[in-house]
């Protein structure tokens, strides 16, 4: 089945730690996203990429870094310098007209 | 600007029909999308406007006025599996805007 999953669901992370979120997809999408949700709230764009090796801030880049190797794989690094990083992390991909966006199933972030 | 305004919330009785409204911001605009969240989960695709008109889709529908810059989602015989957040979302240039998302509360 195609699809994109994301892991963990949940992940716990210590003060001045540095955490990856896991994004992959078999859809053969070229463009992928990673957004973050707070409660109550829309979703707010951290980055995305709309080919392999390259990607572009979004509108929250800062405290965060990601990387595009490969075309299914898109992982997400929240940093030590993100002093909020609590939220509800999701990952999308699209064809490269983005009209539509398929997203995975979400990673909840919590500091310990 | 890329802001978009939306209710926060709209209830609804099951069987009834709701109409949730968006308006945008034109600078970039390519077109208007909706999307549905349950809680808990990940938002999912309902239908896109790059022109004026109707778009339907079974029991909902979407609506666009680019003169207006004003869109809608019209839900008809509500089913209490729609009570869910409901986010009008702006298509720019290789990327999407989230408004802040309608929640509709479908009571029996």
């Known amino acids: 089945d195609g699809g994109i999953t994301q892991s963990p669901k949940y992940l716990f992370r210590k003060e001045g730690q540095n955490v990856t979120l896991s994004c992959e997809q078999n859809l053969n999408h070229d463009a992928m996203y990673w957004y973050r949700q707070d409660p109550g709230q829309g979703l707010r764009l951290i980055y995305y990429?709309?080919?392999?090796?390259?990607?572009q801030k979004g509108d929250i880049a800062e405290g965060y870094s990601v990387s595009r190797e490969k075309k299914e794989s898109f992982p997400l690094t929240v940093t030590s310098a993100q002093k909020n990083p609590t939220a509800f992390y999701l990952c999308?991909?699209?064809?490269?007209?983005?009209?539509?966006?398929?997203f995975g199933p979400g990673t909840r972030l919590l500091v310990l | 600007g890329q802001s978009l305004e939306q209710p926060s919330e709209v209830t609804a009785v099951e069987g009834a029909i709701v109409q949730i409204n968006c308006t945008y911001q034109t600078s970039g605009f390519y077109g208007l999308s909706w999307y549905q969240q349950h809680d808990g989960g990940a938002p999912t695709f309902l239908s896109y406007n790059a022109l004026d008109g109707l778009e339907e889709t079974g029991r909902f529908s979407s609506f666009l006025s680019r003169s207006d810059s004003y869109g809608y989602l019209l839900l008809q015989e509500l089913q209490m599996k729609d009570s869910a957040s409901y986010f009008c979302v702006r298509r720019g240039f290789q990327k999407l805007v989230f408004g802040t998302g309608t929640r509709l509360l479908v009571s029996p």
């Open positions: 990429s709309q080919i392999v090796n390259d990607f």
């Open positions: 999308a991909s699209s064809t490269g007209t983005a009209e539509t966006q398929y």
